[in-house]
């Protein structure tokens, strides 16, 4: 075939498939837009994107709830929302690593959001299918690394209920997917109880314990605390009393301090009674005068005022009270010379006595009560403001 017909043939098919030759148009560098519409869509390349807020993504997000990849400690606004969110994101990781599905950090593609959906994935909460000897079957994990393969070790922590301080008996808290400190702890715990062998120097969780961890399915019971004997019900009254006391360095009950401590109150009180007590009162052992003047008798009186005379029989049986207020005595209240209580007579002993307590003074026998007190014979005359009174016993 000559030149001139060959360059003819490759002009007619150029002409007849032009896009044969076309170059090829580069991808896109921009997230495409999805239609919503097109979930089936498998030539898209994702289906669900981070900055994504979708009914689909809410859809998904019940499914790994269900199927118990969400974090036990995960807020419930953070699983019901349709947000993605960090949470939504190991759940995703974790779900991916445990059924062989396709990851990427910024999105989720269709045959990845069809199989979490409606597909036949793993329950989380199932005890993993252990890998045929001689295969690796888990990576070994160290401090900080984070993965779905943590937050699996973090829920049968849980789920055991080894979550807690062996030391001091407090519940961990897992910060999700990371393998922290407080992992770590548990994870001490764990091995100290199960007796096998723990965490290595580095801290790193080996494979092998991963295994065990992962394949164990007996619970921590907590130990039963030792029955106590219930104490014996004492009478608090009688427990406080009986109790020994020290005094004066002489042990004793305390009822005998309470004793001791009431009878030196009294034997105080009595002296104090002794010697703040009035004189006369002393002299009367701590009686009223009216009291220790005793000896009743019948008494007469003439009594003589402005010219008449009234005779006045009385029995003194304490004491005789003479004044303008005061007593039964029969005198003249007119008297302006007599006191309100001007004077009183009674028995001190077999002896009859008479006191003087007014502002112009008794007088007996003519002679003033400058003393006060003054003793009364048969015969004797009294005056006491313009009235005269001859006694006779």
């Known amino acids: 075939m000559s030149k001139r017909y060959l360059a003819a043939l490759v002009l007619m098919l150029i002409l007849v498939f032009p896009h044969a030759f076309a170059a090829p148009t580069p991808e896109p560098t921009t997230v495409p837009t999805v239609d919503p519409n097109a979930w089936t869509d498998s030539s898209l390349k994702f289906v669900l994107f981070q900055t994504d807020e979708t009914k689909e993504l809410f859809r998904m997000k019940s499914r790994l709830s269900d199927m118990h990849y969400f974090y036990s400690n995960t807020p419930e606004d953070s699983i019901k929302n349709d947000f993605f969110d960090r949470y939504t994101l190991m759940a995703i990781e974790q779900c991916c690593e445990r059924n062989g599905l396709e990851y990427r950090e910024n999105g989720v593609c269709v045959d990845t959001f069809n199989a979490i959906v409606s597909g036949n994935i793993v329950d989380a ?59 770590m702890t548990a994870l001490q715990t764990y091995s100290s109880l199960k007796r096998i062998e723990g965490l290595p120097e580095n801290q790193s969780i080996t494979p092998e314990l991963q295994t065990i961890l992962l394949n164990d399915s007996e619970a921590y019971v907590p130990p039963t605390p030792a029955p106590t004997e219930a104490p014996e019900k004492v009478n608090k009254l009688v427990a406080y009393f009986t109790a020994p006391t020290t005094l004066f360095s002489i042990q004793m009950p305390t009822w005998g301090v309470w004793l001791v401590s009431i009878g030196l109150i009294v034997l105080l009180t009595l002296v104090l009674l002794y010697f703040f007590m009035p004189s006369n009162d002393k002299k009367n052992n701590g009686k009223k005068p009216s009291q220790k003047r005793g000896k009743a008798g019948k008494i007469s009186f003439v009594i003589e005022y402005n010219g008449k005379k009234t005779e006045y029989r009385c029995d003194i049986d304490h004491t005789l009270k003479i004044g303008r207020n005061i007593g039964d005595f029969p005198i003249d209240t007119d008297d302006l010379a007599l006191s309100g209580k001007h004077c009183e007579i009674y028995y001190s002993g077999k ?9 112009n003074g008794t007088f007996v026998n003519n002679k003033p009560c400058n003393s ?20 006779m016993f």
């Open 125 to 183: 909460a199932a005890t993993p299918t252990p890998a045929p000897s001689g295969a690796a079957a888990f990576r070994t994990i160290y401090p900080m690394n984070e993965g779905g393969d943590v937050t699996a070790l973090q829920q049968q922590l849980m789920k055991l209920g080894y979550a807690f301080d062996l030391n001091t008996g407090e519940s961990v808290v897992f910060q999700p997917g990371v393998y922290d400190e407080k992992m």
């Open 372 to 391: 006060g007190e003054y003793a009364l014979h048969s015969g004797d005359t009294i005056k006491i403001g313009n009235h005269t009174l001859t006694i």
């Open 351 to 359: 002896t009859l006595m008479i006191r003087d307590y007014s502002t």
